[in-house]
């Protein structure tokens, strides 16, 4: 029984027993909820809900909104739930800690907040315009598409990797 | 198969939420919802990304594959193009460059104290998937189409008469690639 909490407050896992895990985890969701994990519709489906609220109902007329229903769905959950199982995780561990600006950004750019968040915003504004002009993000794609062998996900998790690399490098071996 | 369990909404819910904290919890653990981690990834020092990602890969293809052999699944299989899955992409690849989590590792990151996950994250990609929805009438007309190429797989593509071939071949591959990125100590 020890044991068995000594592995759940261990604060890493080895990167094949994750992998193992989520592979199990594409299994239970393909057969009990005829669904692949997929994150980044979800993000979509909450901005639309948002600016509904704000703008009215004009907004769910839009033509992506209509092709991609507004509401609360498996997926959206799906994504409540990263969140409370990623707490719980780090709350057992112990390596729950509020931070504004990760220690291998300080290293390199300072220790600004400000400059910190406008690249991150600028970063997730092209994350989620291109989550959705390429129907997927890493884990829609780069896990579940690859998976079934799909080309299509095949060729935009090797564009994750380009795109990123080429800025990564950029940043920290150029700049 | 389970159709009544795929019809009934709310018990659907639920299980989507319990999925999430599953895949939450071990993406945590995996430490992937790091900005070390996930830069150390993209500046090919700490290849933890990678491993967790092909593990995944090889682990959820063998058993959908051999669930969708004996009919228990149907894939979901989503139709590509050169329009969408290069540009698009490549614009999320170059997000996840500056930002450091892609959407789901950002959730992930946030719920262990990340602010930039919160505040870049979340709330950036939201607004962006936002924009998306403005210009996609446009987008749709004009680049979209380009290079359809539907929703092929690569057991489609490849003449073979037994897709297990396929499916193995590619499992080899993998296993390959993870055993090589050991013996380099990466």
């Known amino acids: ?175 | 198969m389970l159709t009544n369990l795929h019809n009934n909404k709310r018990l659907q819910l639920l299980l989507g939420l319990l999925f999430g904290f599953c895949f939450g919890f071990l993406l945590q653990k995996g430490r992937v919802c790091d900005y070390e981690t996930i830069m150390g990834q993209l500046l090919l020092q700490d290849f933890t990304v990678l491993k967790v990602m092909l593990t995944a890969i090889v682990t959820g293809m063998v058993g959908v594959y051999a669930m969708r052999g004996k009919g228990w699944v149907k894939l979901h299989k989503q139709a590509g193009s050169l329009g969408t899955n290069i540009p698009g992409s490549l614009i999320f690849g170059i997000g996840f460059g500056m930002l450091g989590y892609c959407p789901g590792t950002s959730v992930g990151a946030f719920a262990h104290g990340a602010l930039d996950a919160l505040v870049g994250g979340i709330i950036g990609i939201m607004i962006g998937a936002g924009l998306y929805a403005a210009v996609y009438p446009k987008l749709k007309e004009r680049i979209l189409k380009i290079g359809d190429f539907g929703d092929k797989t690569l057991i489609d593509v490849l003449p073979v008469r037994n897709p297990w071939s396929v499916i193995f071949s590619v499992a080899a591959v993998i296993v390959l690639i993870l055993i090589v990125l050991e013996k380099m100590g990466l």
Not at chain 1, 1 to 14: A, H
Not at chain 1, 32 to 37: K, P, R
Not at chain 1, 61 to 77: A, H
């Open chain 1, 1 to 175: 029984m020890n044991t068995m909490i000594d592995v759940l407050r261990d604060p890493t896992w080895s990167p094949y027993v994750v992998g193992v895990g989520i592979g199990f985890l594409s299994w239970l969701t393909f057969l009990l909820s005829d669904h692949a994990l997929g994150i980044s519709t979800a993000f979509s489906k909450t901005a639309g809900m948002i600016e509904k609220a704000i703008r009215g109902p004009k907004v769910a007329k839009k033509l992506y909104y209509q092709e991609n229903k507004l509401g609360i769905d498996w997926g959206w959950m799906l994504v409540i739930g990263v969140f409370i199982g990623a707490l719980v995780s780090a709350r057992i561990s112990g390596t729950f800690q509020l931070e504004w600006v990760p220690s291998m950004w300080e290293e390199a750019f300072g220790s600004n907040i400000l400059v910190r968040l406008a690249v991150a915003v600028i970063g997730g504004i092209c994350i989620g315009f291109g989550a959705r002009w390429g129907c997927g993000c890493t884990s829609g794609h780069g896990i579940s598409g690859t998976m079934q062998l799909l080309l299509g996900s095949w060729l935009s998790a090797a564009c994750f990797f380009i795109g990123g690399v080429g800025v990564a490098m950029l940043m920290y071996r150029i700049l």
